[in-house]
């Protein structure tokens, strides 16, 4: 199985194939609108916006697994994002990344980037950096300014 072979749902409930950003620069991140981490939201969309007419996309997927952090319903976290952040890119429906119900999606990075498939993501705002062909690059602690990830997403623009 490979990054487009999943489907995963957005923040509507309806179903989105990762087919639909192959030939893109992915950085696929579990955010949270509650945690000391939300701040990276503005660091994100500065990101997107400085890179989106070359190919790249930012993929939100909210988590409430770490200290329910994330307890509002996928609208209200769009909402709060759109608002308070100006987000722009795309914010997907709340997803489990740890566990027996993590996301097919969560469960291939963690395996591509962490060895294992139960190799657990820590907390909010792991980001994931993925290529144009589908290959998963790298993977970033939630201490990770997205700032700092630029130098790594350039080369592949």
Known sequence: MNIYDITVKDAKDNDVSMADYKGKVLLI??????????????????LY????????EVLDFPC???????PETNDEIASFCEMKYKTTFRTF??????????????????KSKGGFIFDAIKWNFTKFLVSRDGKILKRYSPTTNPSKI????????
């Not at 630029?150 to 623009?157: A, F, S, T, V």
């Open 150 to 157: 630029e130098k790594d997403i350039e080369p592949l623009l």
């Open 64 to 70: 409430n697994q770490f200290g329910n952090q994330a």
């Open 29 to 46: 991140v579990n955010t949270a609108t509650q945690c000391g981490f939300t701040p990276q939201y503005k660091d994100l969309q500065d």
């Open 49 to 56: 916006l400085k890179y989106k007419d070359q190919g790249f």
């Open 93 to 110: 429906a709340k997803v489990d990344v740890n566990g027996k119900d993590a996301d097919p999606l969560f469960k291939l990075l963690k």
